[in-house]
C-alpha cells in the first residue's frame, strides 16, 4: 500500500506499508488489518502465484480495527472458510499463515484469551494472544486445527499470557466481531450504528494515572489544548485510572459529536477541559470511496 503524502497516518505507521491479506468470499473481498490500508493512495493485493492486482478500500471500522479490500479482478483464489473464535481454548494449537504461503506459516498456541485495551482509543473484549511470535503479524491469517478463520493479526506484544508477565508473542482481533458488521462494511464501507466518540489522545498508564504519550496533530485534544505530558484524571464527576476505565466512560457519553468533559493534571493545574469529539475517520485526509 502507497498512502497518500499528506496521510496523517504516515508519521506513526509510514507511507509505504505492506501485510497480509486474507480473500474471504468470491467477490473478490480481502480481509486484513486496518492500520496498513487507512489513508491508501494505491493498494495491490499479491497473489501467491505472484500476480498482482489493483484493489480499492471497501471498508474500515476503527473499532475493531479491520480493513476491507475489494480486488479490482478476479483473484483466483478459494475463500479462507471462516470458523468460531469463541471456540477457542487456551493452549488449543493454531497455525498463523502470513504472506508467502507454506513456508511463511508457523504453529503457536493459544496462551489467553482477553481485554486488550490500546493507548490509541481501542478496546477489544475478548483478543486472542498467542506464542511463540511470528515477524509477519500484521493482516497474517489465525487458523484453528479445522483450518478455518479465528483471527487477524494485529500486534507483536510481550505479555501474552497476563499483562506484566513477559512471554512474547503476538494479539490477534477475534473473527467473531466481524460476523455483525460485515454485510455493512461490504454495503457502505463503515457499520451502520453511529460511531463513537474520539479525541486523539494516546494514554499509558502510569502509577495508578493516564499519562499523555502523544496528542494526534490537529485532533479535537489538542484543539482544546491538552498537550503531551498532561495527566487525564477523569471525565465529569468520574475518576478514570485505566484506560478501560476512560474508553467506557467517553463512549457512554454518546455518538461522534458529544463534548467530552475532561479533568487533566496539566503541570501543577487541575483543569477542567471540555473536547468536542468527531468520528475518527473524519480525522483521516483523504475517504475511500464507498
Known sequence: MKAIPEARSNATLGAGREGTGVVIDDRGHVLTIGYI??????????????????????GYD??????????????????MPIGNSTDLEVREPVMILPHGGRESASLAY?????????????????????????LQWAGAALLNREGKLVGIGSLLVRDTVEPGTALPGNMFVPIDILKPILPDLVARGKRAEAPRPWLGLATEAVQ?????????PGSPAEKAGIRHGDIVLGIGSDAVVTHEDLY???????????????KILQGAEMKE???????????FKVKPAY
Open 37 to 58: 490500508v487507512i489513508e491508501a493512495e494505491s493498494i495491490e493485493v499479491t497473489t501467491q502465484d505472484n500476480r498482482t492486482v489493483p484493489a480499492t478500500l471497501a
Open 62 to 79: 476503527h473499532a475493531t480495527g479491520f480493513g476491507l479490500l475489494h480486488a479490482v479482478a478476479p483473484l483466483g483464489v478459494k475463500p
Open 110 to 134: 493459544v496462551m489467553s484469551k482477553r481485554k486488550f485495551a490500546g493507548s490509541w482509543e481501542y478496546l477489544l473484549d475478548s483478543a486472542i494472544f498467542t506464542a511463540p511470535p511470528t
Open 208 to 216: 495508578g494515572r493516564l499519562l499523555v504519550v502523544r496528542v494526534s
Open 248 to 262: 467506557r466512560k467517553l463512549w457512554s457519553l454518546g455518538a461522534a459529536g458529544v463534548d467530552v468533559p475532561l
Open 273 to 283: 477541559i471540555k473536547v468536542r469529539s468527531i468520528d475518527r475517520f473524519e480525522y
